[in-house]
């Protein structure tokens, strides 16, 4: 009976033993939490059924959706509002998802960049770095503002419009008088000429007046890195008169190694009072047609289209610029090529350059008829 007693004393000692064992063992691998641990492992068991449901994304569509997770959200607030976003369609899944691998503690507060593409697991592990949500803007030369405006709209980065973009850029705005003083941009003009084309890295949180500052910064350091200020002096002109010349050299040159020699024609015209004729500003004026800012004109166009940037219609330059030039059509404006021409002309070719003329009658020489 005794040797019962013993057995089974002993029998309860090694059972406590392997009990405590294990017990410490499960606070070891579960970090000092052994309840949240078992509960996690369990959800990850129920998961393990559903890998299918995991993987499905909304569409393939890739475009770029704001999500905003607001300090103090919960992982339930947040799954609520990835569906209410179309991101996702089963909250339940992504709580689940987010507890069971430990990520509901790991969900940043911030602004990201999210698609109908992705699935849970790639939208959970991406809400968990708020440093993610920065973004390229890419502004192309020969944009006018409202080109600027439109990829604002259409590029689902913004959490502004471009409207909201105009009216810190347009006619009329606020401009920095230190940098309307700089460029000579003349009291109620537009903001026209002075957005940078170049790519950006943008933070999320950006609004109409940084993007506005961020690319008239770019515009001062690039144009003061190439000596612009220098030599528009040296030629008697202003920044905004030398952007102004730029703009349209920018829009007429389909190669940049014709800058200088297209400058040349529109310098050895304006040196002898000869209007521009520059198809471009007829463009400007005319403005959208439903489709793009810079329709093919007509013959008719040169005289319909009353405006004072119509250079068929004014001499000298237009009042300003009609686009954002690059730093080579700028140095092209006050450095152009030394010519006696004074037309030009696209080749037949349809590579894109030009035929240059002296005379209006080498000019029709030149013609594709």
Known sequence: MRRTIQLAALLLLALILIGVLMVGGLFIVSDGDPITYIQT????????????ELSVTMSTDTSPVRFTVNSGDSPRTIADNLVSAR???????FVDYVRAYRLDTQLEAGTFFLTQAQTIPQIAETLTDSSTGQFAFRILEGWRIEEIAAIIDQSGYFGFSGADFLRVVGIGAVI???????????????????????????PASVTPDYLAEVLLENFRSRASAARIPELAAANGLSIYEAVTLASIIQREAVHEDEHAMIS??????LAIGMKLDADPTV????????????????????????????TYLN??????PIASPGISAIQAALQPAVSDYLFFQARCTGDGYHNFAETFDEHLANSCF
Do not use: C, H, K, M
Not at 178 to 199: K, N, V
Not at 264 to 269: H, I
Not at 291 to 304: E, F, G, M, P
């Open 41 to 52: 492992s369990i959800i990850r068991f129920s998961l393990a059924g559903r890998e299918d």
């Open 87 to 93: 991101l996702i369609t089963d909250a339940e899944l």
């Open 264 to 269: 040349s024609v529109y310098r050895n015209r």
């Open 283 to 310: 463009q400007y004026a005319l403005g959208f047609d439903g489709s793009t800012w810079w329709q093919r004109i007509t013959q008719a166009d040169y005289t319909s289209a009353v405006s004072p940037y119509n």
């Open 176 to 202: 920095d008088p230190a940098f309307a003083q700089w460029a000579g941009i003349p009291t109620g003009a537009s903001l026209e000429g002075f957005l940078f084309p170049d790519t950006y890295q943008l």
């Open 315 to 320: 001499t000298g330059l237009p009042p300003g």
